[in-house]
Structures are given as C-alpha cells and as structure tokens.
C-alpha cells in the first residue's frame, strides 16, 4: 500500500484535538461549567477533530482498494481483528472501571446495552460509526472516478444535513430506535465518510488543485477560520455533529494539508506527530482512562489548573502513547492497539524484476 506521509500527521491532529475535548470535560469543566473563556474557545474549535477522523478512515480504506483491489474475506477479517476485537475489549474494561471505580453504570440496565449502542464510556460511540461505515463500504468501494462519485458525494451532504437537522425517527423496535436516534449513527457521519472516499479517489488532482491555487484556498481558510471563531457561543455550545461543520471540515482538511508542509521542514515535528498519529488509534481508546487516573491523583489540582492546561495535554497524550505501544507489545496485543507499521521495501535483484511484472 502506498505510503502517505502526511496522514499521519493529519490524524495526529486529529487525535489531539479529540483529546483536547475529553481532557477539557474530565478537568477543565467541573459542573460543566469552563474554567474560563479561553478552555471554553479551545474546546468549541477542537470538535473538528472528530470528523477528520472519519475523513482519514474512509480515504485509507479506498486508497488500499484502489491500489489493490477490494477482496471481501480480507476486508472483514482485517476489520474484524482491527477494529471489532478491540471494540469488545475496551468496552468491557470501561465497563469494568465504571463498575468497580467509578460505580457509574446503570441499574438494571443490561451489559448487552452498552456493547450494542456504543455507551460502554463516552468517546466509544464513534468506533460504532466506524463498524457501520464498514457495512456500506463493499458497495462503496465500487465507486471509481467521475460523475456517480462526486453526485453520490453530494447527496451525502444533503443527507449529512438534513439528518443532523431533523428531530430523528420514531421506530417501534427499541434496539433501532435507539441506533437511529444517536449521535453514533452513520448519516451523522456519512458526507466526512464520502469526502474521504473522494479525497482517495481524486488523490493527485486534490494535491494539484492546492498547489495551483493555494492563494484562494488560503484566503478562504482565513476567512472560515474567522467565521468559526466568531461563531462561538459559550452559553450555545455545538458538538461534533455540528452541521456548520460540513463545510468547515472539507477547508480544514486543505489547511492540514498545507500545515503539513512546514512540519516536514522540521525533523522534531515531524517525527513526534507522526508517532502520535500511528498510535492514534491506541490514543483514542485508552485516553480517557489516562484522563481519569491524573484526575484522581494527589497532585490533580496543580495539573488541572488552567495555566498548565498544555503541559497536562501533553502529559495526557505522552502516557497514552506510552501505554499503547506497551499493549502493543504484549502477546495478541496487536489484537487490542492496532498500530499501523510501515512496510520495508522489498530490494528486488533485476533478475526476478521482469518475471514478476505481472504479479502486482
């Protein structure tokens, strides 16, 4: 599979902007009120990390298609032990921690409840998203260049808005009716899915068009970015699902894009976002326990007050590293932190180049 490098420093991005709004609800917010307007604004912009995530999903997912082809039996298999082994996994250590730890759960609630909709903690609701994603992605991946895909795109715009502004659906199976109404269910989801698929599928012509016009779009991000900022309303706060951000995510995307060009100027940046962003994945599972244990140490209040806000981010982000690549290294851990590894080059002798020039 071709490597990208700038993805993984776009979903580093990602990842501490997510991380950014986790932290913030775990200590920066007691009563839900912030500790002040700053961490109130730091917050509202961080919900654009959320969808950047499903953007990356959907873009490696159809790049690997592209490039290989879309074999089924691998697809599940590889999205089996991916993503649903370690979905199983953590939702049943957070249920255990809010069991035993917390005493959070509800009585009388069925375990069953929180594996199927997502609510075993807080953030698990979005690998939930992901699996259903991963139901409509053998049709999607039949998709190809040229008008089906762009109008397809756009509907799911259209269907991303309309769903995000409607009250929901009334349905008399409970289990549906509960999916359908959450923040988890994919057409909350699908146009940051879609554009993922176009971004793959258009790959080249994408990174041409910012490079031919990177004066306009540029021009356009500063102008998004204001109106994203003046838009804020701490006593009106918006989430993920903020249909505002159908059209601030595709713009944001393009500025990772151009971000990512001064950070592979420098070696430091480079190398520590990337490593964020290969055990993003990690990050995001097991971040709020990480989040929880320094809100429950001795020396919390010196951490959570609001000057230390980016030294207690960065401790937060540098321990869930740490503890991913730990669970990564156990027996089956790979089954429990998927890290994304680069393969090495092949050196092939240039004897065997021609006999093998048909097997790609």
Do not use: C
């Not at 799911?156 to 309309?162: E, F, K, M, Q, T």
């Not at 502004?165 to 109404?181: P, Q, R």
């Not at 909350?188 to 990174?207: H, S, T």
């Not at 903020?242 to 950070?263: G, Q």
């Amino acid at each position: 599979m071709k490597y990208y490098e700038e993805i993984p420093v776009i979903r580093s991005i990602a990842a501490i902007l997510v991380v950014t709004v986790h932290l913030i609800a775990g200590l920066y917010s007691p009563g839900g009120v912030f500790s002040n307007v700053h961490i109130g604004y730091i917050d509202q912009l961080a919900r654009l990390g959320t969808p950047i995530f499903a953007v990356i999903s959907a873009f490696l997912l159809m790049s690997s298609v592209l490039r290989r082809g879309f074999d089924l039996s691998y697809f599940v298999k590889s999205r089996f032990t991916k993503i649903f082994i370690p979905y199983l996994f953590w939702s049943g250590v957070y249920l255990l921690y809010r069991s035993f730890v917390e005493g959070s759960l509800i009585p009388g609630l069925p375990v069953s409840f929180y594996f199927l909709h997502g609510t075993a903690n807080f953030h698990l609701y979005f690998i939930l998203t992901v699996l259903q994603f991963y139901i409509l992605f053998p049709l999607l991946s039949r998709l190809k260049k040229g008008p089906v895909l762009i109008g397809l795109f756009l509907m799911s715009i259209l269907v991303n808005y309309a769903w995000m502004k409607s009250d929901g659906l009334s349905i008399d199976n409970e289990f549906f009716h509960t999916l359908i109404n959450n923040k988890s269910f994919l057409f909350n989801w699908i146009a940051y899915f879609m554009l993922g698929i176009v971004y793959a599928a258009y790959y080249q012509e994408i990174q041409t068009l910012l490079l031919k016009h990177k004066r306009i779009l540029q021009l356009f991000i500063i102008v998004l970015a204001v109106d994203l900022f003046v838009s804020i309303n701490l006593d009106q706060l918006y989430t993920s699902t903020n249909a505002a951000n159908l059209i601030y995510i595709p713009f944001f995307l393009i500025s990772l894009n151009y971000l990512y060009h001064f950070v592979k100027m420098d070696v430091a940046s480079k190398t520590i976002l990337t490593t964020i962003g290969n055990y993003s994945m990690g990050i995001y599972l097991v971040h709020p326990l990480v989040i929880r244990t320094i809100g429950r140490m001795e020396w919390s209040p010196v951490l959570t007050s609001t000057n230390m806000f980016v030294i207690t981010l960065s401790l937060t982000l540098l321990l869930s590293v740490l503890l991913s690549h730990f669970i990564s290294l156990l027996p089956f851990g790979s089954y429990l932190i998927p890290v994304p590894r680069r393969r090495k080059k092949r050196v092939v002798a240039p004897a065997l180049r021609e006999s093998n020039a048909f097997s790609e």
